[in-house]
């Protein structure tokens, strides 16, 4: 289950900001992921509560924001969304691509409330 690394990466990033804003208590945060990360939501849920309990985070509200896959073309520059199983452009028919968007997982905002 690689919900839980992403959930200990997340509790570590959320300590160092709590720590740099003085912030005594994490009350939300979002994370933007990736399609190509397959990450599932439930699974990323429960494991975010039990990294959280203890902690600053204990009790924060987790929203997950999914991004679909978008490919740029090294042959042609075309932009486009691949398929699950193909990452053929539609232009040129190449499978030399760019992975622009979908493989990420960010940290994208935290609410607090202050110390």
Known sequence: ???????????????ALAAENNAERVTELTVTAGAMRAIVPEALEIA???V???????????HLEIVPPLARCRQCGSRYEPEP???????????????????????????????
């Open 1 to 15: 289950m690689h919900e839980m690394s992403i959930a200990v990466e997340l509790m570590r990033q959320l300590e």
């Open 48 to 50: 975010f509560e039990a």
């Open 52 to 62: 959280a309990e203890g902690t600053c985070a204990a009790g924060a509200t987790l």
């Open 85 to 115: 199983d193909s990452f053929v452009c539609g232009q040129c028919n190449q499978a030399d691509v760019e992975i622009v968007q979908g493989n990420e997982i960010l940290l994208t905002s935290v609410r607090w409330e202050q110390a």
